[in-house]
């Protein structure tokens, strides 16, 4: 048998793994009973939110309606797993609804300054013929008079 010395302390080296297990076990009990140890997303979603009304008055709602309605399921899905304290989840699919809301919002100006273009090349395209008929017409009676 091994002699002790002062200050050494004998441990029986049977408690050790039993340590070991029990802590083992108490974290899988919180893995398994979805205790979650992030905290609520409560900002993420806030900017979901604020994005998806930046959207709304960016007219996406008309102009790029299908990716506003994916960014508004997700947002809903977000809300859900909030209220569920699946906050991992419910964080995730905030920042997914809020990419899809800026897309959104990116369509819908893109769509915005197509549609401002095509007027300005029909203005363009106007002004030509106009000017062209005012070419024609002082080339066929001779040269203006001062």
């Given at each position: 048998?091994?002699?002790?010395?002062?200050g050494?302390?004998?441990?029986?080296?049977?408690?050790r793994?039993?340590?070991?297990?029990?802590?083992?076990i108490i974290?899988?009990?919180?893995?398994?009973?979805?205790?979650?140890?992030?905290?609520?997303?409560?900002?993420?979603?806030?900017s979901?939110?604020?994005t998806?009304?930046?959207a709304?008055?960016?007219r996406?709602?008309e102009?790029?309606?299908?990716?506003?309605?994916?960014?508004?399921?997700?947002?809903?899905?977000?809300?859900k797993?909030?209220?569920?304290?699946?906050?991992?989840?419910?964080?995730?699919l905030?920042?997914?609804?809020?990419?899809?809301?800026?897309?959104?919002?990116?369509?819908?100006d893109?769509?915005?300054?197509?549609?401002?273009?095509?007027?300005?090349?029909?203005?363009?395209?106007?002004?030509?013929?106009?000017?062209e008929?005012?070419m024609?017409?002082?080339?066929?009676?001779?040269t203006?008079?001062?």
């Amino acid at each position: 048998m091994a002699t002790i010395k002062p200050g050494m302390m004998r441990r029986p080296s049977a408690l050790r793994p039993m340590a070991a297990i029990t802590c083992l076990i108490i974290l899988v009990a919180f893995q398994i009973s979805g205790c979650s140890t992030t905290k609520p997303p409560t900002e993420t979603l806030a900017s979901a939110e604020l994005t998806m009304r930046t959207a709304v008055e960016a007219r996406a709602d008309e102009l790029a309606p299908m990716d506003l309605q994916r960014a508004r399921e997700k947002l809903e899905r977000s809300k859900k797993a909030m209220a569920s304290g699946k906050y991992e989840e419910a964080r995730r699919l905030a920042e997914i609804a809020q990419v899809e809301a800026e897309l959104a919002e990116v369509k819908a100006d893109a769509e915005i300054t197509r549609r401002a273009a095509d007027g300005l090349r029909q203005a363009v395209d106007a002004l030509r013929q106009e000017m062209e008929r005012g070419m024609v017409r002082g080339t066929s009676t001779g040269t203006p008079k001062e």
